[in-house]
Structures are given as structure tokens and as C-alpha cells.
């Protein structure tokens, strides 16, 4: 090395010296003193550049030549003995990390120029492998007795051509991996955010090295930032080399992103404008309207998926049962009525949400799969489907009734417990989806029949419907008035659009940006997405409202008053799991307004929206009173007394062979003040069941 080189690295080292002991000497002396449980010192980015003139050429050199860089900030610590541990030793194997880099590389732009320069990358975590030990500096002994050092890099395993000592001959070496030195590795999957993507692309992934400290620390699903050195590695393809290189991010730091609504940022000027929106005498209003504001109508089912993406509040009690506080909502309806659209504009306004179409979703690409490729060395590891990814946040599920029948089972522990239990392959884990679901399904022959059963007509599972908090059905009625005003909405906001497309391509005369704006004003939502977003996140963050003795009162009257409605043979008309439902929305509608006491107003608020829904779903016209087990048993009371007395009446005719003509048991079945179709239906399905059968045309018998 020539004199200026060597001074120039003196230089450098003792420009980093200066930078840590001005900006860091605080971060040295705690690393100094937790050694060896932390190993590592974060420098910010932005605190290098702010440091002066050699700040900013210091930070150059970062990104082009980090490896350098990285010996040279090594050389100042030890040189200038920056960080001593308790007994005055020098410490060893101290990581410097950077973090917080101006620019971010998407996957899909990163290119040859980039290798060996010092990147920063986004996106979501596809799959982790287990960490494990690799080895980072190999000692080899060969028979003579002489020890052979060989460093070793990512990939493959180098060994010594031979023994290193001179005039010794030996080429047979043995390892020795209690004298080699080992560092804890791991191997992720980073997938590029799906946000950015343009139509039919492909998301693209890039693998990354982590080593050390950082192994272990996240898991599939985060949203993460990765900073690092892209290295290259050759491509061998049945033992050839091949002229194409792989690349991979050998990681430095690792940022999660917003892991769930805890990390949005929101900024004292953000603050401000939340708390003074909270006391906004029409907030409930507001967000209604800002939610799909395009969408005409539909003010039930807006305030719905309001109360939704608030939420109610998780408790976790003494004796280890946790009580959710995600509310569930299903929107059931005729083709074209915007259910797609509303699922959509959710995932805009939540802090972090996954929307997919349960008709190409399997259960794995719900819940979580087990797959073995060469990513995990021909191991199996695990990889995240759409519940767990929009853990702590909102799963849209389009339809829902187009899903095999073992994948929508798949649904039913992540609603409930809100955990989803893995055992394939030799894997047995249990992931966590605490995400509020928000499904839209189509009824079962394209459209409602409003005098057919409603639980016949919606092609899903009572099991699956009794764990929704609220259903909606959102039927396509012809009403003059209201298809009037929805038609003079959907051309006014396509005026809008077409209006702003030729403005943009060629300015129209006599038309100016003021009009647009007051055009616009008309379809644009009253609270801005990106403030809505952090409206959620700072209510689920600060927010913990407490039940007022009125509201308590108000929502137990309302489940006595309901569940008085039964006589003992009389439908069940609701069960506790609407009581839980109330609660959950109570604390929701609290939240709106950042309070932090349930007032009787928030309760009479839910109690109108799930009265709406069990008058829609649960209502027997019939008999003039509510009766849930049409919706969670699939089953109406009336259905089940009709089967009771069918199968009684085979007895009393039948006798001992229990056999009866099937002409005479009609009969008497009616003269007991049944209706003929009903019963004929009854016996149907107790055929279908397999409790009944015809041996001989027109008799039947109970098997």
C-alpha cells in the first residue's frame, strides 16, 4: 500500500472515530457494558450526513464500497478502544449496523451496477428457515499434526488444497469443529410489497443472509425494510458453471416496518387534526361517507365496516382465555351491488389489510402451508397465507361461497380462537391471525328470493355464519325513488371521471382546476384515506374505552328483551355470542370518538345495527319472532318440530316394524297443523339424512 492510500485510511478511521465519539459515545459505553448479550451498534443514516462536510462523504462511500467501509468504522473502534467491556478487555465480534437509508431499491429494479454497493430493500416476509449454525472460520489438522486455518464464505464449503505449513505434504485434511468458529445463520424470503405492482406483473422475491444477532428476529408476514450488501453468487446447473449469477442481500439491519397499526407514524400535525375530527359533532357521519364514497347507499353497511376496522378491545384474562375483540362481518347479495368495491376500498383505509377471492384461495393460501424447495435446503419449511399476513389488521374474503368445502373449515379457528394450528409435513405450529374478516358472499341461485328461507339460500355452513357478528343482506329491490337517485350517482361520478381524463390529456377552454376541485368535492370522501389510516391506528393505540352503567343497562334489556321473546317451545331468538357481538360494537362506536366510556348512545347505536341484521337473517314472518337457528344450526325450530313429529307419527302407525304408509302419515302429520309442502319436505330430508327409508314404493320406514 503507497503512503496517501495508507493516510487516507488513517483519515477515514479517524473521521469515524470523531463521528461515534460525538454522536454515539452515549450508545458505546451501554454496548460496552452489555457485552456480550448485545453485539451490535446501530448508526442512523441521516446522523452520518448531518455530520458535516466529511458526514457527507463518509455516507457516499457507505453506499458505494460498504465493505471497506465497514473495516474502516472496525479500525477507529479499536484503534481509539471506543467500546470497553467490564473487565477492560477489548471486546470481539462487535456488529456495526446501519439503518434508516434515504432511498429504497424495489426488488424488480435492482441490476447489475447495484452488487457490492450497500442497498436498502422493502417488502413482506414470504418464508423463514430455522436458524442454525454456519461456519464462518474452518481449522483443519492433517496427520503430521499441523493446524490449517480456511475462512469461509456464504454458499459452498471450501477446503485447503492442502497443508499449510511448509514442507509438509499432506493433502487429507480433518476438520476440527470444536477449534472452528461458528455464527448463527438464517435464510429469508422477501417479497415485494403487492401495493406497487402493475396489473398481471408477478411479485418478485430476493433471498437474504442474516447472520448473528439478526437471525430469529422476524417472522412471515411482517412488512419489512432490509439494508445490506448485494452480493452475487454463480449459478451452477448440473454440476456446470454457468454464466448467469444469483444474487442475494447479505442483510446489516433489519427495520420491521409497520408491523400492525402500533407503528404508523402519525406527526403532531396528524394528532391534531384526529383529536379535533373526534369532536366533531357529525364524526359518525364523516366516516360513513368516507368509506367508498363513490358507492351510493348502503349506510347500514358503511357504519358496519366503520365499527369494523375500529375494532373492539382484546381481553386477556387472568386464567389465560383470550376474548377477541375483531368483529366479523359478512355482506351477502344480489350480483352488481358494489359488495367487491366496499372489500376493496377497506383495505385501503386499514393499516394493514389483505384482500383475496375466496374462489382461487385454497386453504393453504388462507391459513399457512408447509413447502419443501430448495429455499430450506430440501427441508420443509412453513409460508404464510392471507390470515396470518393480515394479522392485526382487516382479511377481505371475496366470495366466500365459491370455496371448497374443506377450505372454508379452515376459516372456522381463525374466526374464533384467532389462531390458525398447522401440523403437516412433521411441522406442528400454531400461527397467529388476529384480523377482523370482512367476507362478501352471493346467494346460492344468483339471487335472493325474499319469501324463500334465507339460511336454504345462502350456500355456506351455519357453523361458519354463527361465528359472523353481523350479516348483512344486501337484496336488489326495485324502489323508484332509490334506483332514481343511485343512477344519478353513478353518471355524475362518471361525468367526474371522464371529465378529469380529456382535462388531463387536453386542457379544456373555459374549464379550470377550481372546477374540478368543486366537481370532485362531490365524490371525494370527507376524511382523506391517509388520515382516516392513522384516525384507526391512533383510536386501537390510545383508546380503551369502559362500559357506563347505561349502556350496560341498555344492551341487557335488549338481550332479555330477545331472549324473553321465548316460551318453552318457542325458537331460541338469539344466544350469548350476539351479547359478545353488542359489546364488541359498543367499544368500537366509543372508539370513533376516542372516548373512553361506552355511553348509552353508542349502545342504541349497535343495537339498531344488529337489530337491522336479525330482522334481515334471523326473522321468522311465520311465526312473528326471531329464531337464530336458522342461521346457526342451518335449521329453523319450525323444521326440527316437523321431523320430531314425522318420525313420532311413523312410530304410532308403524308400531313394533316401524313402517307406515307414507300417504297416511302426510295426513296425519297436516291434521296436527302442519302444511303438506312442509312436511313433504320434512321427510325429504330426513331421506337425505339417511333416518328414513322407502323398502317399497309409498311406505316408509325409520332405519
Known amino acids: 500500500m503507497d503512503k496517501d492510500a495508507q493516510e487516507s485510511v488513517a483519515d477515514r478511521a479517524s473521521d469515524w472515530s470523531r463521528f461515534l465519539k460525538s454522536r454515539y459515545k452515549k450508545e458505546l459505553g451501554e454496548l460496552g457494558r452489555e457485552f456480550p448479550y448485545r453485539r451490535s451498534l446501530y448508526i442512523d443514516y441521516r446522523e452520518i450526513e448531518k455530520f458535516g462536510k466529511a458526514g457527507i462523504s463518509l455516507a457516499d462511500e457507505l453506499l458505494e464500497n460498504p465493505g471497506k467501509v465497514l473495516e474502516d468504522v472496525w479500525d477507529a473502534i479499536k484503534s481509539n478502544q471506543l467500546i470497553r467491556t467490564k473487565d477492560g478487555k477489548e471486546p470481539k465480534g462487535i456488529n456495526v449496523r446501519f439503518k434508516n437509508l434515504p432511498q429504497k431499491v424495489g426488488v424488480r429494479h435492482i ?20 436458524v442454525r449454525p454456519r461456519i464462518i472460520e474452518a481449522v483443519f489438522k492433517c496427520p503430521a499434526g499441523h493446524f490449517t486455518v480456511k475462512k469461509q464464505k456464504y454458499g459452498k464449503f471450501i477446503e485447503p488444497d492442502g497443508c499449510a505449513t511448509d514442507g509438509c505434504s499432506f493433502k487429507k485434511l480433518e476438520l476440527l469443529p470444536k477449534r472452528s468458529k461458528f455464527v448463527d445463520s438464517q435464510k429469508l424470503r422477501v417479497q415485494e410489497s403487492p401495493e406497487g405492482l402493475r396489473g398481471g406483473e408477478q411479485p418478485q422475491t430476493l433471498d437474504i443472509d442474516i447472520t448473528d444477532d439478526l437471525a430469529g428476529l422476524v417472522s412471515p408476514g411482517d412488512r419489512v425494510v432490509i439494508n445490506g450488501i448485494l452480493r452475487s453468487m454463480q449459478r451452477v446447473v448440473r ?23 402500533e407503528e404508523v407514524e402519525i406527526d403532531e400535525h396528524a394528532e391534531d387534526a384526529i383529536k379535533e375530527l373526534s369532536h366533531d359533532p357529525m364524526i359518525y357521519r364523516k366516516i360513513t361517507h368516507s368509506i367508498a364514497p363513490t358507492i351510493y347507499g348502503s349506510e347500514d353497511v358503511k357504519e358496519a365496516i366503520a365499527l369494523q376496522l375500529f375494532g373492539g378491545i382484546v381481553k386477556e384474562m387472568p386464567d389465560g382465555t383470550r376474548l377477541r375483540g375483531d368483529i366479523h362481518v359478512l355482506l351477502i347479495g344480489d350480483p352488481g351491488i358494489a359488495k367487491s368495491q366496499l372489500l376493496r376500498y377497506v383495505v385501503k383505509l386499514s393499516p394493514r389489510a389483505i384482500y383475496t377471492s375466496g374462489q382461487s384461495s385454497t386453504s393453504a393460501g388462507l391459513t399457512a402451508t408447509a413447502v419443501k424447495d430448495e429455499f430450506g435446503e430440501g427441508r420443509w419449511t412453513l409460508e404464510a397465507g392471507a390470515l396470518v399476513l393480515a394479522d392485526m389488521g382487516v382479511a377481505a374474503v371475496d366470495e366466500m361461497d365459491k370455496m371448497q368445502k374443506e377450505d372454508r373449515s379452515a376459516l372456522h379457528e381463525a374466526m374464533e380462537q384467532q389462531t390458525i394450528s398447522v401440523a403437516k409435513a412433521g411441522i406442528t405450529a400454531t400461527l397467529k391471525s388476529r384480523c377482523a374478516l370482512l367476507g362478501a358472499a352471493n346467494p346460492k341461485y344468483g339471487r335472493f328470493d325474499m319469501y324463500g328461507d334465507i339460511a336454504d339460500q345462502i350456500n355456506m ?21 332509490r334506483d332514481l337517485a343511485i343512477a344519478e350517482h353513478i353518471l355524475k361520478t362518471h361525468g367526474i371521471g371522464e371529465l378529469i381524463a380529456q382535462h388531463n390529456k387536453t386542457p379544456i377552454p373555459g374549464v379550470t382546476d377550481e372546477y374540478i376541485e368543486q366537481q370532485l368535492s362531490q365524490v371525494k370522501p370527507d376524511i382523506e384515506p391517509s388520515l382516516f389510516r392513522k384516525y384507526v391506528a391512533y383510536a386501537k393505540r390510545s383508546c380503551y374505552p369502559i362500559l357506563s352503567a347505561e349502556a350496560k343497562e341498555a344492551l341487557v334489556t335488549y338481550y332479555l328483551k330477545l331472549r324473553g321473546i321465548a316460551e318453552p317451545n318457542k325458537p331460541v331468538p338469539v344466544t350469548a355470542r350476539q351479547l359478545e357481538a353488542l359489546v364488541r360494537l359498543a367499544e368500537a362506536s366509543a372508539r370513533i370518538r376516542l372516548s373512553n366510556t361506552i355511553e348509552q348512545t353508542d ?13 334481515q337473517v334471523a326473522y321468522d314472518a311465520r311465526t312473528g319472532t326471531f329464531d337464530i337457528d336458522k342461521v346457526v344450526t342451518g335449521i329453523s325450530k319450525e323444521k326440527r318440530d316437523i321431523v320430531r313429529v314425522i318420525k313420532d307419527t ?5 308400531g313394533e316394524g316401524k313402517r307406515a304408509s307414507k300417504d297416511q302419515v302426510i295426513d296425519a302429520v297436516v291434521a296436527k297443523g302442519f302444511a303438506r309442502d312442509k312436511v313433504e319436505a320434512g321427510i325429504e ?19
Open 111 to 130: 441490476r447489475s451496477d447495484d452488487i457490492n454497493r450497500f442497498i436498502s430493500i422493502e417488502g413482506i416476509l414470504r418464508k423463514t428457515t430455522e
Open 239 to 261: 454440476g456446470e458453471k454457468s454464466t448467469v449469477f444469483d444474487i442475494f442481500l447479505e442483510c446489516n439491519s433489519i427495520e420491521i416496518q409497520e408491523k400492525e397499526f
Open 461 to 481: 355452513p351455519p357453523t361458519l355464519l354463527s361465528r359472523f357478528d353481523l350479516i348483512f343482506i344486501m337484496a336488489d329491490q326495485p324502489e323508484p325513488r
Open 603 to 615: 349502545a342504541e347505536r349497535v343495537i339498531h345495527i344488529v337489530d337491522a341484521c336479525l330482522r
Open 650 to 654: 311413523v312410530r304410532d302407525i308403524g
Open 685 to 703: 330430508m330426513l331421506h337425505q339424512a339417511g333416518e328414513l327409508m322407502e323398502p317399497k314404493q309409498g311406505i316408509i320406514q325409520i332405519i
